[in-house]
């Protein structure tokens, strides 16, 4: 394979236009927060993250983006991402996964679980008003098992006037992980049991009238059925927040403002 064609295969789908988020360096923890209060205008968003579903194994790229929507330029964002792979088999092994970033010309492992800057992966240097950083990020796990992934963005900057002022905005988005062959959630076999059935209609007569009244779930069971809610594999995200659908290509996102 020759080097232009290498380099394409590697690159991510769609390149990341806007301010740069550059690696923040070898630096310790950040400065101390003594208070932290909720942006009113700098926001992170996930962009292009499935729509409900994706192979565990397969790489799932989107898109990080950062805008500033207030009237003044903001200096020192830093850029956090943390990703969860859940398992829905009813093992406890663990779910070892892969999360990247696409910086300089490369893929490299987003550090959140480091001491190193808190765990934020990036840095922009200045935001002025209406613009945007963007960085695409990509993830996988290493074994092809149901679940569902939840990841979790976050920004922080200090305030203009107080530094021991912390400013955050963040937002989580989540969805399931289904292998190849697996069916998608949302699509039951009509052959599963479980299935309306044709039964008599009230006011029809029975074909045993003295048959015993059907046993079966009470009335939440039944919405919990409608609506899948299920504690093995859950795919909305909005967790703790207002819901938002962010177009197509985007799943149920919410934004979440940490203390």
């Not at 765990?119 to 092809?144: K, M, N």
């Amino acid at each position: 394979m020759s080097l232009p064609a290498l380099l394409l295969a590697t690159a991510p789908a769609a390149q990341a236009a806007g301010v740069p988020i550059e690696p923040v360096g070898p630096i310790g923890e950040l400065p101390y927060c003594e208070d932290t209060v909720d942006s009113e205008d700098v926001a992170v968003w996930l962009q292009d993250v499935p729509e409900d579903h994706a192979s565990p194994t397969a790489w799932t790229e989107f898109l990080y983006t950062v805008e500033n929507g207030g009237d003044e330029p903001v200096d020192t964002i830093y850029t956090k991402l943390e990703g969860w792979y859940n398992a829905a088999d009813g093992s406890d092994e663990p779910f070892p996964f892969q999360i990247q970033w696409f910086v300089d010309g490369e893929w490299r492992d987003v550090p959140f679980e480091s001491d190193a800057a808190d765990g934020h992966f990036g840095v922009i240097d200045q935001l002025a008003p209406g613009d945007s950083a963007d960085v695409q990020i990509r993830t996988r796990a290493e074994q092809d098992r149901p679940g569902w992934f939840e990841s979790w963005a976050s920004i922080r900057y200090y305030d203009a006037e107080d530094e021991t002022l912390c400013v955050r905005d963040s937002v989580e988005a989540e969805w399931a992980l289904v292998p190849e062959g697996d069916e998608a959630p949302g699509e039951p076999d009509p052959e599963e049991p479980g299935q309306p059935s044709e039964e008599p209609q009230p006011g029809e007569p029975s074909e045993e009238p003295n048959a015993p009244a059907p046993q079966g779930g009470s009335d939440d069971d039944a919405e919990l059925a409608e609506t899948g809610g299920s504690h093995a594999l859950p795919i909305a995200a909005g967790i703790g927040g207002a819901a938002l659908v962010a177009g197509a290509g985007a799943l149920l996102i919410a934004h979440r403002n940490l203390a």
